[in-house]
């Protein structure tokens, strides 16, 4: 789908949380990093990390399509 929104509350830490069209814009509201990766199995990830309280904006061929936190 496109433009659709994804709101996580208390992820557990290290938990793969899918992010099935990749995503454009990111924004981390929790107290941890969350780690975001290219890939939709948490394996590939893109650098550096999203620190807690931060945003952050990708292009499309560079969109995450999945994310971890802790």
């Known amino acids: 789908m496109e433009n659709e929104e994804l709101s996580i509350s208390n992820p557990m830490s290290g938990e793969c949380f899918l992010l099935v069209s990749g995503a454009q ?13 290219a890939d939709r199995g948490c394996e590939e990830p893109l650098s550096p990390g999203l620190p807690p309280r931060q945003a952050r904006d990708f292009t499309i061929s560079g969109a995450p399509h999945s994310v971890t936190f802790g």
């Open 25 to 37: 814009h990111v924004e981390n509201g929790t107290s941890t990093t969350a780690i975001l990766y």
